[in-house]
């Protein structure tokens, strides 16, 4: 669940209000009371769990700088186990860098245990700087004399210079609380566009306060009062946040609260408006040089296409080749951004350049080649789910264009891009397809078509139970695509290792990976399986199991509640075939059923199917597919139950062969 609420003064929405607080915000974060809890009940939840935490945003006005935010936190934490000891480290991280200036301060870190009936409290008062990277820093403790049993209370302030988002306050992290209190205090000429994630139950209260407040920092004894809007949200008895198998962005489902400015007015000057309606940021998007300017190329690609010939070519065919040539000249340098760093007549001649360079240049060159050719900004997965446009939520463009009115959307950050198959980064919900004239387009980038995983055996077995034969495997669309960013370029030596580690005595050798016209993938290997039937003496019979080569033994459902709704990236289909050359003098005295399953509240369904062939063959073969990537959690149990009985498909498949008496 995603919430978008516009804070004002004098104006807010309707909602219930929780318990007037009648100290102040400040003194809430100062004074936070140690809570006494049942140590033996909070044993049975978590490994350490938060007892109370509060959280204070306010802020500070200077002629100088303007304003700037200061943020105070303070956080009580019970160590139940010795696997959550760990929780009571403290690492906050921060910036310092020519942009922005944040300064942290641990202001308390204190430890309260019980000795002999007796309470103790050990003061750690050593942080330190910790550079991850360049104008990143983490200031931390670690303690290293914590117990089972301590209670941690600690607190710290962080300053910001840059008032455009208040820091995000994580409700749900990866421990329980009992509760968490957060108060921001805005000054009344200061906008924020409030961003809520999640669907655990927070209470708000909101109100603005009768009398103005000083909040300068100054030399010369001005005075600079403001009102305030003043938000306090609540939440209590809140359950850790805890990933789930094919979840959509964890930052959507935690539940979270972020504040983005979209409207400020200094003293003594007018409003200043953040373009946050699509069409008014598409408007500043197109205003940027890194942007809008690098579209106004035309004279270059016309004259760069004079290196392509496009004679007698396909629209299709024109287009990827096109799009293959600026491939060609420019690769990836990692960075993902809507603008371009270089531009793109430098990215051509210098060979690199970010995804705006890379994805700009195709616009332009797709155009100049004919092509109705537009920009989609989007927010990769990394980044977070962006509710709206706003430039401050996204962070990447890609390409969508036409080809005798069929849409294509391509990414040339893709190594050998194929049209329609974005990187998984790219997968995140929509994008907004944005013009010169400023008309703005909400595109869906979830995959459409099916993609598809296929692998065949083809076996002869032997009266010791030894096996030999091939395999072939064909990958395709996004499932080529998960193959290449998993193996890269020692695929075959790689992906042989996770075949062999299906089963044991499990040998492939001989490998070869080629690639198709249309950039699937063909993968084939000689196949020699030890001991892939049980042999029987007594009873004279061997016993195999069909799907001891599938690939996805492990059922990603096996929990029987589900917190969130299923999102698989892609729809696709699932094909494991396995033809066995019985030994001769053996035939078959019993192998399975046929089974096939159907969910039609998810449109998912699973079919496994034995046929005996001629010449003493058995084939063996299962398909599961997935057809919606999005699959609500109220229907979780229907899913389940359908890769429940994919499991037990893969379990419980014996065939037993029986000597023929002579």
């Known amino acids: 669940m995603k919430k978008l609420v516009l804070i004002t003064l004098g104006f807010f929405s309707c909602s219930s209000f929780a318990q007037h607080l009648a100290t102040t915000a400040a003194d809430q974060v100062e004074n936070a009371p140690i809570i006494e809890v049942d140590n033996e009940a909070m044993q049975n939840k978590a490994d350490a769990v938060v007892l109370n935490e509060e959280g204070l945003v306010e802020y500070e006005f200077s002629e100088d700088s303007g304003f700037a935010i200061l943020q105070k936190v303070k956080r009580l934490i019970q160590i139940n186990t010795n696997e959550g000891v760990k929780h009571a480290h403290v690492f906050v991280p921060f910036y310092s860098n020519r942009y922005t200036k944040e300064v942290v301060e641990i202001e308390s870190y204190k430890i309260y245990r019980t000795n002999q009936g007796k309470e103790e409290v050990i003061e750690v008062k050593f942080a330190t700087n910790r550079m991850v990277e360049d104008g990143f820093y983490v200031k931390e403790i670690i303690a290293n004399d914590v117990r089972v049993g301590d209670r941690i209370e600690y607190s710290y302030s962080k300053k910001l210079d840059n008032i455009d988002v208040i820091p995000t306050w994580y409700f749900q992290d990866d421990l329980p609380k009992l509760q968490s209190n957060y108060t921001v205090r805005i000054p009344d000429n200061l906008t924020y566009l409030i961003t809520k994630t999640g669907t655990l139950n927070v209470n708000e209260t909101k109100e603005v306060t009768e009398?103005?407040?000083?909040?300068?920092?100054?030399?010369?004894?001005?005075?600079?009062?403001?009102?305030?809007?003043?938000?306090?949200?609540?939440?209590?008895?809140?359950?850790?946040?805890?990933?789930?198998?094919?979840?959509?962005?964890?930052?959507?489902?935690?539940?979270?609260?972020?504040?983005?400015?979209?409207?400020?007015?200094?003293?003594?000057?007018?409003?200043?408006?953040?373009?946050?309606?699509?069409?008014?940021?598409?408007?500043?998007?197109?205003?940027?040089?890194?942007?809008?300017?690098?579209?106004?190329?035309?004279?270059?690609?016309?004259?760069?296409?004079?290196?392509?010939?496009?004679?007698?070519?396909?629209?299709?065919?024109?287009?990827?080749?096109?799009?293959?040539?600026?491939?060609?000249?420019?690769?990836?340098?990692?960075?993902?951004?809507?603008?371009?760093?270089?531009?793109?007549?430098?990215?051509?001649?210098?060979?690199?350049?970010?995804?705006?360079?890379?994805?700009?240049?195709?616009?332009?060159?797709?155009?100049?080649?004919?092509?109705?050719?537009?920009?989609?900004?989007?927010?990769?997965?990394?980044?977070?789910?962006?509710?709206?446009?706003?430039?401050?939520?996204?962070?990447?463009?890609?390409v969508g264009f036409q080809i005798e009115g069929q849409f294509y959307v391509v990414d040339g950050t893709s190594d050998h891009a194929v049209l329609n198959v974005l990187p998984f980064e790219d997968l995140n919900g929509y994008g907004w397809m944005i013009t010169d004239q400023y008309e703005v387009t909400k595109v869906d980038l979830t995959p459409k078509q099916l993609s598809f995983k296929q692998e065949d055996f083809q076996l002869t077995l032997d009266g010791l139970g030894n096996a030999t034969g091939t395999m072939k495997s064909r990958l395709t669309r996004y499932e080529a695509l998960a193959f290449k960013s998993n193996y890269g370029e020692s695929a075959v030596n790689r992906s042989r290792g996770d075949i062999e580690a299906r089963s044991s005595q499990f040998f492939l050798s001989e490998g070869e990976i080629t690639s198709t016209p249309t950039k699937d993938i063909d993968l084939q290997f000689q196949v020699r399986k030890f001991n892939f039937a049980t042999v029987d003496p007594q009873n004279k019979t061997l016993t195999f199991n069909p799907m001891d080569f599938y690939r996805d033994k492990v059922n990603p459902f096996e929990h029987p509640m589900r917190e969130t709704d299923i999102h698989f990236n892609y729809p696709f289909v699932d094909m494991y075939k396995l033809v066995v050359q019985l030994p001769e003098g053996y035939r078959l005295k019993s192998y399975p059923s046929d089974e096939v399953f159907t969910s039609p509240k998810t449109g998912a369904s699973m079919m496994y199917e034995v046929k005996v062939l001629e010449g003493n063959q058995l084939q063996v073969g299962l398909s599961l597919r997935i057809q919606k990537t999005d699959i609500a959690k109220a229907d979780y149990k229907e899913l389940r139950l359908l890769y429940l009985t994919l499991q037990q498909r893969i379990k419980e498949s014996s065939v037993v062969l029986e000597k023929i008496n002579k």
Request: hydrophobic share 40%.
């Open 211 to 398: 009398t103005a407040r000083d909040l300068t920092r100054s030399n010369w004894g001005t005075s600079y009062r403001f009102k305030e809007a003043v938000l306090r949200f609540n939440a209590k008895d809140i359950p850790a946040f805890r990933p789930e198998p094919f979840s959509a962005n964890a930052q959507r489902n935690s539940s979270t609260i972020r504040f983005d400015l979209i409207q400020f007015q200094y003293p003594m000057n007018p409003s200043v408006v953040i373009p946050h309606e699509p069409v008014a940021v598409a408007k500043e998007m197109y205003k940027d040089r890194n942007f809008g300017g690098e579209l106004k190329q035309e004279k270059f690609w016309s004259k760069t296409l004079e290196n392509i010939d496009l004679n007698g070519l396909h629209a299709l065919e024109k287009a990827e080749k096109v799009i293959a040539y600026v491939q060609q000249h420019i690769k990836w340098d990692q960075q993902y951004a809507y603008w371009t760093d270089k531009g793109v007549k430098k990215a051509m001649s210098q060979g690199e350049g970010n995804s705006a360079d890379i994805n700009l240049a195709l616009v332009g060159a797709l155009r100049a080649a004919g092509f109705l050719a537009e920009p989609i900004v989007l927010s990769t997965q990394s980044n977070g789910e962006a509710p709206i446009l706003f430039a401050r939520f996204v962070n990447h463009v890609i």
